[in-house]
């Protein structure tokens, strides 16, 4: 069985320049195409889980598909080491139940709340975590939404402050930090017209203040132009969708960023290729001719993402 914690993978990871792929799952062919893809890499993963695919699947569905892709791979030859994650912890209940369900890794998102009472919470939740031997990623900063129609001074208010880092790590005992530098979630990260960036002197920064520590980029996918362009002639309607270039990832994940979210890359890989097979095939009923090839979209993905951007191919 080679379910683990973060701890080691982070620390490989930031000592050999690379970063580990955290992918949101919510079904069985998501896992296994995810999966797939890293045993072919030889890559240590990440599997991340929202509360809504908690609601979606329920817990103990993506636990036993987790576990079974362990075994599945095994049975092939390959000790895949995988972290089990909470991705966006709302509370200390939703970490607890997550810690006692199983999970190697919670992340307690209190970016929300005040310094102080994100601290008092994230503190909360690394007590319980690390009792049970699990690993904690707290968050610092608010990641904008294009949506939230921020302008730049508000989005300058939102990045993560260099100057709370040390306080934070320190008070809450987290093993990793999740910080704002210009990543979103979703697939309207910039406005068109708007150039792509990211603060890499901030991250700079916090990686002064924070030597050796690892730090976490959500909101990280690249809404790759080629599969917009599928979606949307396949019938769908995503005009302006814009993510983070994959060579700013790249750098990135070089640096003292250990876990790179992804979750929109995967959304629209699934969707362009299931748009497409109903355009080609409209007879076709049977679920699994179109889940067969969105499988192997997201196990595609998943190797385009382990390749060129993480760096971690080869690294378990
Ligand atoms: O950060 C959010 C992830 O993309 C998960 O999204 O809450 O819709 O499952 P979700
Ligand atoms: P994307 O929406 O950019 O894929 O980000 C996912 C994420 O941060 C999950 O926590
Ligand atoms: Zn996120």
Known sequence: M???????????????GYAIGAFNVNNMEIIQGITEAAME????????????????????????????????AKNQGVDLPIAVHLDHGDDFAICKSC???????????GS??????????????????????????????????VEDDVNVSDADAQFTNP??????????????????????????????????QLRFDILDKITQR???????????SSVIPEFVQKVNRYGGKMPDAIGIPEEMLRQAAKSAVCKINIDSDL?????????????EHPDHFDPRQYLTPARTAIKDMVKRKLVNVLGCSGKI
């Open 2 to 16: 080679s379910l683990v914690t973060t701890k080691d993978m982070f620390q490989k990871a930031y000592e050999g």
């Open 41 to 72: 890499e030889k890559a240590p993963l990440i599997l991340q889980v929202s509360a809504g695919a908690r609601k979606y699947a329920k817990h103990v569905y993506l636990m036993k598909l987790i576990e079974a892709a362990i075994e599945d």
């Open 99 to 109: 810690i006692d369900g199983g999970f190697t890794s919670v992340m307690i998102d």
């Open 112 to 145: 929300k709340h005040s310094f102080a009472d994100n601290i008092a919470l994230t503190k909360q939740v690394v007590e319980y975590a690390h009792d049970k031997g699990v690993t904690v990623e707290g968050e610092l900063g608010k990641l904008a939404g």
């Open 210 to 220: 924070l030597p050796g520590f690892p730090i976490v980029l959500h909101g990280a």
């Open 267 to 279: 959304r629209l890989a699934m969707t362009a290729s299931i748009r497409e097979h109903f355009a």
């Open 163 to 196: 100057a709370e880092v040390e306080e934070f790590v320190e008070k809450t005992g987290v093993d990793s930090l999740a910080i704002a530098i210009g990543t979103s979630h979703g697939a309207y990260k910039f406005k068109p017209g708007q150039k792509p």
